[in-house]
């Protein structure tokens, strides 16, 4: 079992960037692949990138690609989510989430932990 806490979160300029953290609790961290999803108001939550624990590239939704990157410390027990070049429709509450599979999986149902969130406004 392993239970999250999100970081970081806050308010940012169009173009700026944000780096937001997920911090695992738990000795059994290393063994979860970690995603990343984000809910704006009356929206679904979507998946906007994940990471493996057993190595390889990170993925990434389409509409983040080249803008964010995601990184974890196993011996932190930490991910993390930086964010640049963000826009206006990055303004979601931002969740990272484990899942004990070795695949990225793009859909929530697969995540058995998730954190409490982390908002993120964009805005001038």
């Known amino acids: 079992q392993v239970q999250l806490v999100e970081s970081g979160g806050g308010l940012v300029q169009p173009g700026g960037s944000l780096r937001l953290s997920c911090a695992g609790l738990?000795?059994?961290?290393?063994?979860?692949?970690l995603g990343w999803f984000r809910q704006a108001p009356g929206k679904e939550r979507e998946f906007v990138g994940g990471i493996s624990w057993a190595g390889g590239t990170p993925q990434y939704a389409d509409s983040v690609r080249g803008r964010f990157t995601i990184s974890r410390d196993n011996a932190k027990n930490i991910v993390y989510l930086q964010m640049k070049s963000l826009n206006p429709e990055a303004a979601s509450v931002y969740y990272c989430a484990a899942d004990r599979s070795a695949l990225v999986r793009r859909t929530t149902s697969p995540y058995d932990y998730w954190g409490q969130g982390t908002q993120v406004t964009v805005s001038s």
């Open positions: 738990g000795r059994t961290f290393s063994i979860y692949t």
